[in-house]
């Protein structure tokens, strides 16, 4: 199945270019979950016991172990955290959580790049109470994903309305490409599930569902760091019906002249349209706003990079401060003695904002991954968490300061 371009007219639109002053502030309290293994690639959130915490799941790229992590609530948050290794694969460069067959307990996917060349699943035990107990966990290849191209993430989605959870995996190199594992009948039976291709690709870093165009499913946002086909884009889903035979329509938002990385997506307004915030290796934060809900209209403003940081990895946004307005936190890379996670409040009108940047984690540090914003000590803000692969911070998190 081969996708269909279409084009918006972000072209024709100016590009409005914002500073961000230096970041200001002091460091928030850094804690670790674990530093226990070797280069920290990403962490991704699910209640895996049901008891109503987040827990973690991260790839460990370097050590080439997957890693559960059970929050073990508010009393002991700050701590390290309980954990198990669910697999052992080489070079993994992402893991998630879904219940992948169904039966009510949590498995792990992992993506893995380098010579590895494979996605896995990880079964995980019915019993939660047996989530600790490595031995309960089982590890198998997903055969259709062998040396299909360097896997770098994957995104649960139901692709078809059939079979239960399908997976959404993008890839780098070659072949590089977006497309759906297609669940079979009985999902634990890994040589039946199907790849469909959806995309070709230089370098996938994001892989975000959101209903772009607002016809009430989910359609695949994406940013492409590499090569001619670059730039952040989202994939039109033609409906459950036509998933498996109709085109996924490529929309193109922008950032085809920057080397994007990872993107966020979310109502920065209230206004019903969306906006897509994404860092840039080369060019601050594009901040693209959603000007028709056709979703073939956008406008973009350029963040600048404040001074004293490193490149930009990650964005999310969120109410930082508890003021109403949204605001973007970063991650970074190239942060070597100079900040590497921080946010920016927004002052003045929201289509043109004025920027100010705060420090959230200071100089130590120096390669930043995903982020996400829980209140995992329950005292009403959003904490970051994140991880950190160079110096082997491991899986942190940074306590909002209070106000």
């Known amino acids: ?47 895996v016991n049901g008891d109503g915490l987040l827990d973690l799941v991260s790839a460990w790229e370097e050590g080439g172990q997957i890693r559960l992590y059970l929050n073990p609530g508010t009393s002991d948050v700050r701590k390290p955290w309980p954990l198990v290794v669910v697999g052992r694969v080489g070079s993994p460069e992402d893991a998630v959580l879904v219940d992948l067959d169904g039966d009510g307990g ?40 062998v040396d299909m191209g360097q896997w770098m993430y994957c995104v649960p989605f139901d692709f078809d309305g059939r079979h239960g959870i399908d997976l959404i995996a993008g890839s780098k190199g070659e072949p590089a ?15 039946d599930w199907v790849w469909m291709p959806l995309y ?44 498996l035979t109709d085109d996924w329509v490529v929309h193109t938002i922008g950032g085809t002249d920057h080397e994007v990385m990872f993107a966020d997506v979310g109502d920065f307004d209230s206004d019903g349209k969306l906006e897509v915030a994404c860092a840039t290796r080369d060019d601050g934060v594009l901040m693209f706003r959603q000007t028709r809900e056709s979703g073939d209209e956008w406008t973009v403003t350029s963040v600048s990079m404040p001074p004293g940081t490193g490149t930009g990895k990650a964005v999310r946004l969120a109410d930082v401060d508890g003021d109403g307005r949204t605001d973007v936190v970063v991650s970074c890379e190239n942060a070597k003695n100079v900040s590497g996670v921080f946010w920016m409040s927004q002052d003045g009108p929201s289509d043109q904002p004025e920027w100010n940047s705060h420090e959230i ?15 995992l000590d329950a ?7 994140t991880c950190e692969e160079r110096e082997n911070l491991g899986v942190i998190w940074y306590e909002n300061s209070p106000r």
């Open 177 to 191: 490409r977006i497309g759906c594992l297609v669940s079979p009948a009985n999902p634990r039976r890994v040589e």
């Open 361 to 375: 984690s200071g100089p130590q540090g120096t390669k930043f991954d995903l982020i996400q914003l829980i209140d």
């Open 200 to 243: 070709e690709a230089g370098w996938i870093m994001s892989l975000e569902s959101a209903d772009v165009d607002r016809d009430g499913d989910a359609d695949l946002l994406l940013t492409d760091r590499k090569g001619p086909t670059r730039g952040c884009k989202w994939l039109e889903n033609p409906g459950a019906a036509v998933a």
């Open 1 to 47: 199945m081969k996708s269909r371009t279409r084009l918006s007219i972000l072209a024709l639109i100016p590009c409005v270019i914002a500073g961000a002053v230096e970041v200001r502030g002091q460091p928030w309290r850094r804690h670790t979950i674990d530093d226990g293994s070797r280069g920290a690639d990403g962490v991704r959130p699910g209640d």
């Open 106 to 145: 949590f498995d792990v996917i992992s993506s893995c790049e380098g010579r590895t060349r494979t996605m896995s699943v990880h079964w995980g035990p019915r019993d939660s109470s047996r989530v600790l107990e490595e031995s309960a966990w089982e590890t198998e290849t997903i055969p259709a994903t």
């Open 379 to 385: 005292d009403g803000d959003l904490d970051v968490l």
